[in-house]
């Protein structure tokens, strides 16, 4: 068994641990990123920290989108990676990064993306539908309205024409969020939920919970949590964290292409409507494929398992 400098700690203290690493990486690259931004864009945001407000200045949004690289690094990838080393003697290892994944699974973790786009759709309306109780009707207009600026903000971040920009957004919402979230959830939370439950179902259900959660968008809450869920149990039957990561970046740079097709005028659609079906057939082909497709991976993922042990 690894041992790390800090793996005798209890699951619940590696978790606070984490969190305190999280917080201190965010304040330690916004503080860089506020000294860098001075000579890099020519504004300071200690005399202006109203800077990174889009509705107030929409013209930095490229400044914007510089610290949200900067929090993708400081809040996914860094602390993850960090405290691997801390928690065990080999920490790619320990965030299951070093296992070779099943091509097939690969392949079909992406396919089964494409495929839900039906049932994500209806998960989104089903998730609209849902209201707060009269009492709390200030939290839910409060959350409205988190929710519109930062849906403003990842519009203008999609409403790309260049091949430049694609590249960038590529970067950002496939590479560095797929890597990262995948990294600091399934690598490290899920594992830790896993340790201080003994139970891999509360695990999966407890990370997709915050998962959905820290994503601070109540309305898309629902498909969210769903697939947090089925990359955590695409984690637990593969062994390996590329699986997930995969899957994560095929739904994220879906999105991604679908606005830069459209800016482009290559498609003409909807993005918000892409994937949404008033078709009962294509719907429940939807669930009927996804269903056999999350089967597959499972069956086969067991099966090779199961050979692996023999050949041993």
């Known amino acids: 068994m690894t041992k790390g400098l800090l793996s005798e700690l209890p699951p619940l203290s590696k978790l606070l641990f984490t969190l305190f690493i999280i917080v201190v990486s965010f304040l330690l690259f916004a503080l860089i990123g506020a000294v860098v931004a001075i000579p890099l864009f020519g504004v300071s945001f200690f005399s202006n920290p109203d800077i990174l407000n889009f509705n107030l200045y929409p013209e930095y949004l490229h400044i914007v989108k510089f610290f949200q690289i900067l929090q993708s690094f400081s809040i996914f990838l860094i602390p993850p990676i960090m405290v691997a080393f801390l928690y065990s003697t080999k920490p790619y290892e320990y965030l299951r990064i070093k296992q070779q994944p099943a091509i097939y699974s690969l392949i079909i973790s992406g396919i089964i993306m494409i495929a839900a786009l039906p049932l994500i759709d209806w998960m989104l309306r089903i998730n609209e539908m849902l209201h707060f109780p ?115 970046f095929v739904n994220n740079v879906s999105a991604v292409t679908v606005y830069f097709l459209v800016k482009r005028g290559i498609i003409n659609i909807d993005p918000e409507e892409f994937g949404s079906t008033n078709s009962t057939f294509f719907f429940w082909g939807s669930i009927l494929l996804v269903f056999g497709l999350i089967t597959t991976i499972y069956l086969k993922e067991k099966s090779r398992k199961t050979d692996t042990t023999v050949i041993k």
Not at 153 to 181: C, H
Not at 187 to 208: C, K, M, P
Not at 230 to 248: C, D, E, N, Q, V
């Open 134 to 248: 009269e009492t709390l009707q200030s939290i839910e207009q409060w959350m409205k309205n988190a929710e519109e600026d930062r849906k403003d903000i990842t519009e203008a971040f999609l409403n790309v024409a260049s091949w430049k920009g694609y590249a960038i957004n590529v970067f950002m919402f496939g590479i560095l969020a797929a890597v990262g979230e995948e990294l600091l959830f399934r690598g490290i939370i899920q594992r830790l939920f896993g340790e201080w439950f003994r139970n891999q179902h509360v695990a999966v259900i407890l990370t997709a919970f915050l998962f959905s959660a820290l994503h601070m968008q109540f309305y898309g809450f629902l498909p969210r949590f769903m697939l947090g869920i089925y990359l955590g149990y695409l984690f637990i039957w593969t062994g390996s964290l590329w699986i997930p990561i995969f899957a994560h």
